[in-house]
């Protein structure tokens, strides 16, 4: 490391708020697939961002999109009409088949918004304020105080409690655990289709439809959060697509603007009309033009440049290579997940592990303590799935 680079370390030791245990390196730029460091150092990036840089980094056609965005108008506020916002709406509403849309600035935000929406739609049908939220263990939904309620890891709750109450914790894919939750109180059954931080669980067929058939005949709201695994992960836009089972409020980030900041929350139009209204939520920055210029950018490249398609190719190559060597190396336990959303399960810790492949040129990240999540750009081609096993097992 060179003494520049140590020195930025040192400085960020001393000014930053230390709720992060970071990677000794820092990132300069990205190109395509790959990240930089201050010394030049090539980093094959599986990580993306956490999900995020779907289009990969330093592309042309976004870049320019924000350039000329930024030179026209990047801000005004909520009281007025923006394009970039309208167009951004109509995009989203076509690719998910939902009906409205609220912008947010972070998935966590959309989420908030999403707890919001629900607990008014129930509070005008029985003028009540005590409903329940059935959310999944293991889950994680973020981490403002709303978000931190419905997500199903005590060790991130704990210190903050009292949290925001009347929730209750089912066990994901366990259609009897939910329907033990339920009580004349239920106004929301909330989860990822594919949950990530808790371990890369996806939902399965049966468990989506038995929840969606539970939420039609109690009256209850279906919401699914696609935070991580929607915006093309998994081989479809949302992951829930793939299942055919369409949820009342969606979330959805991360991928949705590439980098630039932003989130969302939907829902169908039943639910529109009959929850949030004016005065209800809000926002300063969400749906500005900036941000919406990014998801136009997004939705337009995805659809040009064949996105989905090449995740269900590369996916399914990925999928591939990581069974292979989950079967070579006997610490690896299993593999789990689904498109480019995946993890390898270790029978130990496999901090030493990410660290080794970082030294070699290789971003990866966890999901648990025994977990290498592996979300890369939705880029990616076999080759670098070729050079990234290549890495990976000389650090096995």
Not at 262 to 284: I, P, R
Request: glycine share 10%; charged share 25%; proline share 2%.
């Amino acid at each position: 490391m060179s003494e520049m680079m140590k020195q930025y370390i040192d400085e960020a030791e001393q000014a930053l708020l230390h709720t992060y245990n970071r990677y000794q390196v820092v990132l300069d730029k990205g190109d395509g697939v790959y990240l930089y460091d201050m010394d030049g150092k090539k980093y094959l990036d599986f990580v993306s961002g956490i999900a995020v840089f779907a289009l990969g980094y330093n592309n042309k056609e976004y870049n320019d999109a924000l350039k000329a965005q930024i030179d026209k108008l990047i801000h005004t506020s909520n009281y007025y009409y923006n394009v970039p916002a309208i167009e951004a709406a109509k995009k989203l509403k076509k690719v998910s088949g939902l009906d409205r849309v609220f912008f947010t600035n972070s998935g966590a935000e959309a989420i908030e918004g999403a707890i919001k929406a629900a607990r008014k739609y129930a509070y005008l049908k029985d003028g009540t304020t005590d409903h329940e939220i059935i959310a999944m263990e293991h889950s994680f939904h973020g981490r403002t105080m709303g978000a931190l309620s419905v997500t199903g890891n005590p060790k991130y709750r704990e210190a903050f409690e009292p949290m925001i109450g009347n929730i209750r914790f089912a066990n994901m894919n366990d259609l009897d655990s939910v329907k033990a939750c339920v009580n004349e109180k239920t106004c929301a059954i909330l989860f990822e289709t594919v949950q990530g931080e808790g371990g890369i669980y996806p939902a399965t067929k049966e468990f989506m439809e038995g929840v969606r058939a539970l939420c039609d005949e109690k009256g209850i709201l279906l919401i699914l959060d696609e935070i991580q695994c929607g915006m093309g992960r998994t081989g479809s836009m949302f992951a829930w697509q793939r299942y055919g089972v369409k949820p009342d409020i969606m979330t959805t980030a991360k991928a949705l603007g590439c980098g630039v900041p932003v989130g969302a929350f939907l829902m169908t139009e039943e639910v529109a009309k009959q929850s949030l209204t004016s005065g209800d939520h809000g926002t300063t920055y969400g749906g500005n033009p900036l941000a919406a210029a990014a998801i136009n950018k997004v939705l337009d490249l995805f659809e040009q440049n064949n996105i989905i398609e090449n995740v269900q190719i590369v996916g399914a190559y990925l999928e591939e290579q990581l069974e292979l060597l989950a079967k070579e190396f006997d610490c690896i336990e299993t593999r789990r997940g689904v498109g480019l959303m995946q993890g390898l399960v270790f029978k130990a810790p496999v901090a030493d592990i990410i660290n080794k492949a970082l030294d070699k040129g290789l971003i990866l990240i966890n999901a648990g303590t025994n977990i290498i999540r592996f979300v890369p750009s939705l880029v990616i081609s076999k080759d670098n799935v070729d050079e990234m096993i290549g890495i990976l097992r000389t650090c096995l």
